[in-house]
């Protein structure tokens, strides 16, 4: 369990825009991969049956791009505790060379199942998120 989770994406036909690159709204679609991955990854399953998360904020700042074929590593930190039933995310992309494209930040919200209400994170439940890197 750990605070990081990388995955590698690769930009298929469907993600090329009229631009020739990946579109801006399939970065947004890999972070959520990302961070739905992290959660499975490393929540409690029964945190996993009650719970669902929501974003309530998107920062991203786009310095790059990939083309039809081109893969990158997504990785996703979680930095900071929880405050009340919000948490940030962080993102990086970063293609072969070494070169950040995407970097983002953004603030997702605990969901109660059961309720449909904002719940605040419980420790138990950000614990295995806060953990030591590998």
């Known amino acids: 369990m750990s605070n990081r989770f990388a995955m ?13 690159h990946v579109n801006n709204t399939v970065w947004v679609r890999w972070m959520e991969d990302l961070a739905t991955a992290h959660w499975m990854r ?3 399953p029964a945190h996993a049956a009650a719970y669902a998360w929501v974003v309530t904020r ?5 310095r790059g791009n990939i083309e039809l074929g081109e893969s990158v590593e997504g990785v996703t930190e979680i ?3 929880p405050t009340g039933a919000r948490f ?3 993102f990086t992309f970063t293609d072969a060379k070494g070169k950040a494209l995407v970097r983002a930040k953004t603030t997702w919200a ?25």
């Not at 298929?12 to 020739?20: Q, V």
């Not at 605990?110 to 590998?134: C, H, K, N, W, Y």
């Open 42 to 44: 490393d929540a409690d």
């Open 79 to 81: 930095l900071d505790q």
């Open 88 to 90: 940030d995310r962080h």
């Open 110 to 134: 605990m969901i109660d199942r059961e309720t449909g209400r904002l719940q605040r994170v419980p420790t138990e439940v950000s614990a295995p998120f806060l953990g030591p890197e590998p």
């Open 58 to 62: 998107h920062e991203i700042d786009y």
């Open 8 to 20: 590698t994406f690769t930009a298929l036909a469907e993600h090329i825009d009229e631009n020739g």
